[in-house]
């Protein structure tokens, strides 16, 4: 009988042949006892390898390669996460970067080396929240925009990063109640908000009604805002609000607004005046 190799070596026209050389790497299993199995090895256009040996590596590469895809497809999905899942009440903030934020006053300046202090800490690791605080049109959302952006574009791209207008957010689970057809249920943003590794809550109190008013939030707005902080405890999270704690804590309760607020790093306008009113120049 012919040994196989010689079989196949004439089928490829002489590229693989038989050799004397033995692989001992392999072993069978005898009366409870391991036992080295010796595999002849083959040459195949002039190298001498396994067979046996040969297979595995090949296997052991295919299901690496496989994983790198894997990997791959995993990190676009959270890379896209930031433009596909984003809820925005003004589209153009989405082109909202440091570079654009016009720093002019003291305040601003300092702010603004804040938020990009928040950014690096952020990227290399850190895991807190982010507290912008100060009245309306100050740039508290173009700043947490920039953060959130730079995070996103930061390279690794396998973290995801989500910005969420508070109010549009509620506005849009309200309606969810009686449109049985929206994707966009209390589930919904309950899940998406704690999966993604940075958020911005956008405008955070103005839900209800905002200050000035006694409105106090309604219930499913509280089991959105539970869920998310209970699932957000180790995540970094960007807030801005028009609010001050005591304004929150009237809205919401206490024990909300303290899980809401630990672990904080303050950002906080008190000077600047309203920038967006300062945009048109003519
Ligand atoms: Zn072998």
Not at 134 to 153: C, F
């Amino acid at each position: 009988m012919q040994a196989i190799g010689e079989v196949i070596s004439r089928l490829n026209n002489t590229r693989m042949g038989s050799t004397s050389e033995i692989c001992y790497e392999h072993t069978v299993q005898a009366n409870g006892k391991e036992y080295t199995k010796e595999i002849k090895k083959i040459t195949f256009d002039g190298e001498i390898f396994c067979p046996i040996c040969e297979r595995d590596r090949t296997t052991q590469e295919l299901s690496d390669e496989e994983d790198l895809k894997i990997e791959l497809a995993m990190g676009r999905r959270k890379y896209n996460v930031f433009h596909n899942q984003s809820v925005l009440t003004d589209e153009d903030l989405f082109d909202a970067s440091f570079k654009t934020y016009a720093a002019t006053k003291k305040e601003e300046i300092h702010n603004k080396e804040l938020a990009s202090k928040a950014f690096t800490s952020y990227r290399d690791g850190g895991t807190f929240t982010t507290w912008f605080a100060g009245e309306p049109g100050v740039g508290k959302s173009h700043l947490g925009m920039s953060i959130l952006r730079n995070l996103n574009e930061s390279g690794k791209k396998n973290k995801s990063c989500l910005f969420i207008s508070v109010d549009e957010m509620f506005l849009r689970i309200r309606d969810s109640f009686d449109n049985k057809d929206s994707r966009y249920t209390e589930l919904y943003f309950a899940n998406l908000l704690t999966d993604v590794d940075y958020l911005v809550l956008d405008d955070l109190g103005t839900e209800t009604g905002g200050s000035g008013t006694k409105k106090t939030a309604s219930d499913f707005v509280m089991r959105v805002l539970y869920a998310i902080t209970n699932g957000r405890q180790n995540k970094s999270t960007i807030v801005t609000t028009n609010l001050t704690r005591q304004e929150l804590e009237k809205m919401y309760d206490r024990k909300l607004v303290s899980r809401l607020m630990k672990n904080i790093y303050v950002i906080n306008f008190e000077d600047t005046t309203d920038k967006r009113i300062k945009k048109y120049e003519i």
